[in-house]
C-alpha cells in the first residue's frame, strides 16, 4: 500500500482542509519547527491506528485529552483525515472522522466499515513511522520502558503487556484476594504466631513453616505432642477431650469467665429475615377483617336455638302443612310462607356460625404460631447478649488479668457491655409490649370480644419489635470482631498464668487442623506465583530474544554501517541482547544494546554512544523492523531525522533514502533543515520527487506550497551533462529524456502564469494541456507541435511498449526545450 | 475453527511449560477485555475454592 494523496481538516496543528499529494517514491516536506509537519505524520497514524503514539506515550493522559481537534476550526465542522490508498492497481479511499474526542468513524470509498480492510494485524507489525519522540522513547528511557517500546516496534507488545500483568498479579497478589480469604488467612496466621513463640513445639512450627508438603509428617508431630500431654494410655480419640479439660482445669483456676459473643450465622440470618418479614406483615387488612368478622359468634346459641326450632316446626308441618302443629289453629299461606323463610334463614345464619368458628380456631393457631416465632426470635437474640453479658459481672477479676497490659481491650470490653446491655433492654421492653399486645388479642377470640384496636396494636409493636431487632444485629456484629479479640488476649493471659499456653496451641492446631491444611494450600499457591512469573519472564525474554539477537542485529547493523562516516572514532554499536543473571537466566524486560569501542565491549551503548549516533541506532532500527516481511505498508514517513547530527552523517543517510526507495518504499521526509533536504533533492534528483515547503503558519494551518524538485535550468543541464557523456547507457539516455518532459511541463507552467496569470501545476500536464496551454500564450503553432512530440517517447503509456532510448532524438528534444525556453526568459 | 490469534499461541506455548495446574488455569484466564482483571479474580476464585472446599 502506497500513499497517493491525503486530505487533513482539522486536525492537530490543521484547520482548514489541505490535499497533499505524495510521489510514489519520494516527498520531501520541509517547515520551521511548529509548523505543523508532525501533524501531518500524526493524522495518517492516526488514521490507521485510531490514536498516535505521542498521545499514547504521554504519562498524563488528561494533558492530552481532546488534543486531536484542532482549537481553531469551527464547532460546525468535523475533523476528519481522508488517504488515498494505490496498490495492486486500484485505489482506495480511506476516510476516519473524529468522533467526540477520541472515537472515530471509519469509511472506504464512502462506505462505513468496523475495521479497515488491511489484511495484516496492524499490532504485529512496525508502525511505518520513524518520528524523533519514538527514537527517543526506544533508547533513552528506563529497562522497562526500552522494552515496551522494543516489543511495540517488534509486533510483541501484547506478549509484553501479557508479561507486565502476570507480573503484577505475581508480585502484588494481596489485591487480588478476596476478603474472606483474608480474614481466613489473619486467623490461621495467628495460630502460627502463637506457635513460632513455643519452645516446646519448636519441631511443631519447624514442619509447619515447611508448608503443605509436610502436611503427613505434622500431624504426627502434632498428635505426638499432645498424647506426650495426656494420661499414657489415652486412646486417640479421647486426646483432643483430655487436652480441653485439663487446660480448662487449669485455667478455671484462673479465671472462669470468657468473653463470647457470638457471631451471627448464615442460619440466624436467614431466620431472622424470614422471621421479621412475617412479624412486619402479620397485622394485614386480610387477617384483621377475618378477626373481626369472628364477632358474629356472639349471637351464635341464640341462632342455633331458632334454627332447631324451626327445623321441628317445619317437620311436624310437613304431616298437616295447614295448621300450626302446636296450638292446632290454622296457617294462612302468608304465615306457612312466613315459617319456611324464617327457617331458611336461620339455617344459613346457622351454618355461617360453624364456618366463623372454623375461621376462629385458624386464627387461634395463628396467634399461637407467632407466639412460638416471637419466643424463639427473641430466645435466639436474647442468649447471645445473656451469653455475653454474664462477664459484665466479672468486670474487676477480669480488668486484673488484662491490665495494665491490655487496656484498650478492657474498655473496649466495658464499652461492649454498655451497648449490648442497652440493646437487650430494648429488645427485652419491646417483646414484653408485644407479648402483652399478643395475650390482649387471644383474650378477645376466646372470649368472643373481638376489637379491631386491639389487633391494630398487635400490628404495631410487631413492626416495633422488629425494627428493634433490625436495628440490634449491626450493633453486635460490629463488636464481635473486637470481643473475638479480647477473648484471644484474655485466652492467652489465662494460658500464661495457668501454665496452659503450650496445650492451648495444640489444642487448636487438632481443632483446626483442615482449616491449616487450606491455609498451607493458599499460601503455597500464593508462593508459587514467584514461580509463575519466572517461567513468564523466561518464556517472553526467550521471545524478545530471538527477535532481537539475530536477524534484527543483522539487520540494524547493516543500516547503522549505512550512516557510519569513515572519520567516526571506533566507538559503536554492536548489537542487541538480554540482560542476564549471573546465572544465566534472563532478566526480566530488559533489553540490551551493546556497543564496542576497538573490539572491546563497553558496559552500554545508551551510556557510550553520542546522542547523534543513538540517534542513527533508532533510525536504523526503525528503518529495520519497517523492511521485515509481512508489513502491508510500502510507504515510511521519517520526520526529522537528523536531528543533532553532524553534515558527513547527513550525507550518509542520503544514501540510505535513495536505498529505501529502491526497496520499494515510498518515502515520506520531514525536516526544518532546508539546506539538508536541498541537498537529499540533489541526492536524488532522478527520482523527481515531489517537493513542499510550508512557508507559513496561521490559525488556518499550515500554508503548504508544491515546489519545483529543481530548477528547470538544473535540469536542462542534466541533460546536457548526459548528452555529452559518449558513455552513458540507455538508462541515463531514458532519464535524460524524462528530465525534458518536465522541462517542458514546468516550462509550460512559468509561461502560462505569465501570460495568464493562472498556476497550472507542472505534475498534472500531459501532452494535450501542453498544447493547449503553449496555444493560449501565443507560442507558435510549429514549435507546439515539435514540443508536443516530446511527449510521444517520454509519456508514461508510450514507454510500456517498444521504447528505446536514441540519442540523437533526445538531442533534438534539448534544441526544442531550450527554443520554449527564451519564451519564459 | 477459529484460527488462534497471536497473543493466544503465546499463551498455549507458555501453558506448555508449565506443570502446575495453578498456573495453567492463570494462563487460561488470560482472556476477555480486561485480561489483566480476569487474571486477578480467577487467582481470588481458586484461593477461594480452597477455603470454601467441603472435605
Known amino acids: 500500500m502506497k500513499i497517493e494523496s491525503l486530505t487533513i481538516r482539522g486536525f492537530r496543528g490543521f484547520n482548514k482542509e489541505q490535499p497533499i499529494d505524495l510521489h510514489p517514491a519520494l516527498t520531501i516536506i520541509y517547515g520551521p519547527n511548529s509548523y505543523g509537519k508532525t501533524s501531518i505524520t500524526e493524522a495518517v497514524e492516526w488514521l490507521l491506528y485510531e490514536r498516535t503514539s505521542k498521545v499514547d506515550r504521554g504519562e498524563s493522559k488528561d494533558e492530552y485529552k481532546g488534543s486531536y481537534r484542532n482549537c481553531h476550526i469551527d464547532s460546525a465542522i468535523s475533523t476528519s483525515v481522508k488517504v488515498c490508498f494505490s496498490g495492486d492497481e486500484k485505489k482506495t479511499e480511506f476516510e476516519a472522522e473524529l468522533v467526540g474526542e477520541e472515537g472515530m468513524n471509519k469509511s472506504v470509498d464512502g462506505l462505513a466499515v468496523e475495521q479497515w480492510p488491511i489484511d495484516a494485524d496492524l499490532g504485529a507489525v512496525s508502525k511505518p513511522f520513524i518520528m524523533q519522540h519514538a527514537l527517543k522513547y526506544l533508547l533513552l528511557v528506563g529497562p522497562d520502558q526500552r522494552f515496551r517500546g522494543f516489543a511495540q516496534l517488534l509486533g510483541l507488545d501484547e506478549l509484553g503487556n501479557a508479561q507486565s500483568d502476570f507480573v503484577s498479579l505475581c508480585t502484588k497478589p494481596e489485591s487480588s484476594i478476596p476478603l474472606d480469604v483474608s480474614l481466613f488467612r489473619t486467623q490461621i496466621a495467628t495460630i502460627e504466631n502463637r506457635l513460632s513463640l513455643r519452645p516446646a513445639l519448636k519441631e511443631v512450627y519447624s514442619l509447619y513453616k515447611k508448608g503443605k508438603d509436610s502436611l503427613p509428617s505434622l500431624t504426627t508431630c502434632i498428635w505426638k505432642e499432645c498424647t506426650n500431654r495426656v494420661p499414657e494410655g489415652t486412646p486417640r480419640e479421647s486426646v483432643l477431650a483430655n487436652l480441653l479439660r485439663i487446660r480448662d482445669e487449669a485455667v478455671k483456676k484462673v479465671f472462669p469467665g470468657r468473653i463470647t459473643l457470638a457471631p451471627f450465622s448464615a442460619d440466624d440470618k436467614t431466620s431472622d429475615s424470614a422471621d421479621l418479614q412475617y412479624f412486619v406483615k402479620f397485622a394485614s387488612e386480610d387477617l384483621i377483617s377475618k378477626y373481626c368478622e369472628l364477632v358474629a359468634l356472639t349471637t351464635r346459641d341464640t341462632i342455633i336455638k331458632q334454627a332447631e326450632f324451626y327445623n321441628l316446626g317445619v317437620e311436624l308441618l310437613k304431616q298437616q302443612p295447614s295448621e300450626c302443629p302446636f296450638c292446632g289453629q290454622k296457617l294462612t299461606t302468608a304465615v306457612a310462607t312466613h315459617i319456611n323463610n324464617q327457617h331458611k334463614e336461620f339455617k344459613e345464619q346457622g351454618e355461617r356460625s360453624s364456618s366463623l368458628l372454623n375461621q376462629r380456631q385458624e386464627i387461634s393457631d395463628t396467634l399461637s404460631d407467632l407466639k412460638r416465632r416471637l419466643d424463639r426470635c427473641q430466645q435466639r437474640h436474647m442468649s447471645r447478649l445473656v451469653t455475653f453479658l454474664s462477664i459484665s459481672a466479672s468486670m474487676k477479676e477480669l480488668a486484673k488479668i488484662l491490665l495494665p497490659k491490655h487496656e484498650p481491650y478492657i474498655q473496649s470490653v466495658h464499652d461492649a457491655i454498655a451497648q449490648l446491655q442497652k440493646v437487650k433492654n430494648n429488645l427485652d421492653r419491646d417483646y414484653l409490649n408485644v407479648s402483652k399486645a399478643l395475650t390482649a388479642v387471644q383474650l378477645s377470640v376466646q372470649q368472643s370480644k373481638e376489637d379491631v384496636t386491639i389487633m391494630k396494636d398487635l400490628g404495631q409493636s410487631l413492626v416495633t419489635y422488629s425494627s428493634q431487632i433490625a436495628s440490634s444485629v449491626p450493633v453486635i456484629s460490629a463488636l464481635v470482631s473486637p470481643m473475638s479479640d479480647a477473648n484471644e488476649i484474655l485466652k492467652h493471659e489465662l494460658d500464661s498464668a495457668a501454665g496452659t499456653e503450650d496445650i492451648s496451641v495444640l489444642i487448636d492446631l487438632i481443632e483446626k487442623q483442615k482449616e491449616i491444611e487450606k491455609y498451607l494450600e493458599v499460601e503455597s499457591i500464593l508462593a508459587g506465583l514467584k514461580e509463575l512469573r519466572k517461567s513468564v519472564d523466561q518464556y517472553v525474554g526467550s521471545k524478545m530474544l530471538d527477535a532481537v539477537s539475530n536477524e534484527m542485529t543483522a539487520d540494524v547493523m547493516g543500516w547503522y554501517d549505512q550512516i557510519r562516516t569513515t572519520g567516526d572514532p571506533d566507538v559503536h554499536f554492536s548489537g542487541f541482547d538480554m540482560d542476564r543473571t549471573k546465572k544465566g537466566d534472563i532478566k526480566s524486560r530488559r533489553v540490551q544494546i551493546k556497543a564496542s569501542s576497538y573490539g572491546k565491549d563497553l558496559v552500554s551503548a545508551v551510556s557510550s554512544l553520542s546522542e547523534s549516533k543513538l540517534n542513527a541506532l533508532g533510525l536504523c532500527l526503525s528503518i529495520a523492523t519497517n523492511l521485515k516481511p509481512g508489513c502491508p505498508f510500502s510507504f515510511l514517513f521519517i520526520d526529522d531525522p537528523i536531528q543533532s547530527w553532524d553534515e558527513e552523517h547527513g550525507t550518509q543517510f542520503i544514501d540510505v533514502v535513495r536505498k529505501l526507495v529502491d526497496k520499494g518504499k515510498q518515502v515520506i521526509l520531514l525536516s526544518h533543515n532546508k539546506i539538508w533536504l536541498e541537498q537529499v533533492r540533489t541526492g536524488c534528483r532522478s527520482l523527481n520527487g515531489y517537493y513542499y515547503e510550508i512557508t507559513s503558519y496561521t490559525k488556518d494551518g499550515p500554508n503548504i506550497i508544491q515546489k519545483a524538485w529543481c530548477s528547470w535550468e538544473q535540469r536542462l543541464d542534466e541533460v546536457d551533462a548526459i548528452l555529452k557523456d559518449t558513455t552513458a547507457d540507455s538508462v541515463r539516455l531514458q532519464q535524460a529524456e524524462e528530465e525534458i518532459r518536465l522541462v517542458v511541463s514546468d516550462l509550460t507552467s512559468i509561461i502560462y502564469l505569465k501570460k495568464k496569470h493562472v498556476h497550472r501545476d507542472p505534475n498534472k500536464l500531459n501532452s494535450m494541456l501542453v498544447r493547449k496551454s503553449l496555444v493560449e500564450c501565443g507560442v507558435p503553432t510549429a514549435l507546439t507541435d515539435r514540443i508536443c512530440q516530446t511527449f510521444e517517447t517520454t509519456d508514461n503509456s508510450h514507454h510500456i511498449t517498444d521504447y528505446t532510448a536514441v540519442r540523437e532524438r533526445i538531442k533534438r528534444y534539448h534544441c526544442w526545450a531550450h527554443e520554449l525556453a527564451k519564451y519564459v526568459q | ?55
Do not use: C, F, W
Open chain 2, 1 to 55: 475453527m477459529t484460527e488462534l490469534s497471536k497473543i493466544e499461541k503465546y499463551l498455549k506455548e507458555l501453558t506448555k511449560l508449565t506443570e502446575d495446574p495453578v498456573h495453567k488455569r492463570l494462563i487460561a484466564s488470560y482472556k476477555g477485555d480486561n485480561p489483566k482483571q480476569s487474571i486477578e479474580a480467577e487467582l481470588g476464585l481458586i484461593l477461594e475454592e480452597v477455603i470454601r472446599r467441603e472435605d
